[in-house]
């Protein structure tokens, strides 16, 4: 019922969120770097991470059961990629990468602090927070970077929270991700924007660390892992280099577009070899 009534108001939050925003002219710019494919999708509404948020949150409050900690850490990383979002129009330039990465320690410190307190993945105190705070930042920059082509974040996103689909924050983010999906499907009427891939990421390593599995999660999410590296890996190439690459494009989504692999393909493989990976993290964690 949760994942329901998340998804009808996800969906109908989306949807209301896309006619609101095309009628005051406001789209997501797309990277002129970028596959020349995408080039079609500029003026496409973004931030959908704010309804889809609402939506989850709404059913949630309905429940009686809002884990403190995990909304919290959601939320503020929704609050960073929404500041990151409307950075260009607030002050005519994107936030930086090193502004950013400020807040986001600062809020990863905080669940580490408050709201994850001595978890015991390492022996000594301070490098247990260090350990939760770098997951947890890893995790957000990681969807945000997985958040390329339509449908692949939530996608993923959606399976990697399914371990966890008894708790009602987990159930209702999974509603409101299929909700958003219904209007991401390509070709994607609405992105859910930096706000909803950063919230997606940090509420899934929360997820992961506070049930126990945070090492485990390296192997279920080696998606959006593999994502991030290969961005790192194509920049620290470039600059040693002088230049040339390893891959066509980062992130690695893009790569395998100019391979000529299909946005829906990439999709299609990526979600289901994080189905079988995020099968083999749980039964490894739990001894199954």
Do not use: C
Not at 185 to 206: C, N, Q, T, W, Y
Request: aromatic share 10%; hydrophobic share 60%; glycine share 10%.
């Amino acid at each position: 019922m949760t994942i329901a009534a998340a998804f009808v108001l996800s969906w109908f939050l989306v949807g209301v969120w896309i006619k609101a925003l095309r009628n005051l002219g406001l789209g997501k710019q797309v990277r002129t770097d970028g596959p020349r494919s995408h080039l079609a999708k500029a003026g496409t509404p973004s931030m959908a991470g704010v309804p889809m948020a609402l939506a989850a949150l709404a059913v949630v409050l309905l429940s009686g059961r809002v884990p403190a900690a995990l909304a919290g850490v959601a939320l503020a990383f929704l609050l960073i990629g929404l500041l990151d979002d409307l950075s260009p129009r607030l002050w005519n330039r994107p936030l930086r990468a090193r502004e950013k990465l400020v807040l986001q320690f600062l809020a990863g410190f905080a669940f580490a602090l408050y709201g994850l307190p001595n978890p015991g993945y390492l022996p000594h105190p301070a490098l247990d927070t260090l350990f939760v705070v770098l997951v947890v930042v890893g995790a957000a920059n990681a969807m945000n970077f997985t958040d390329g082509v339509d449908g692949l974040a939530a996608s993923v996103g959606a399976i990697l929270l399914l371990p966890f689909v008894g708790d009602p924050l987990a159930a209702a983010a999974i509603g409101a991700l299929l909700g958003f999906l219904w209007h991401n499907a390509p070709p994607a009427r609405v992105f859910m924007g930096d706000a909803g891939s950063e919230a997606l990421g940090a509420l899934i390593a929360a997820y992961w660390l506070a049930g126990g599995g945070g090492w485990y999660l390296a192997l279920a999410a080696a998606v959006p892992i593999a994502e991030l590296l290969s961005v790192v890996a194509q920049v620290l190439y470039f600059r040693a280099t002088g230049g040339q690459r390893i891959l066509k494009m980062a992130p690695l989504h893009h790569h395998l577009e100019l391979s000529g692999w299909s946005e829906a393909k990439i999709v299609f493989r990526f979600a289901a070899l994080t189905a079988v990976l995020v099968a083999l993290a749980v039964a490894l964690w739990r001894g199954l």
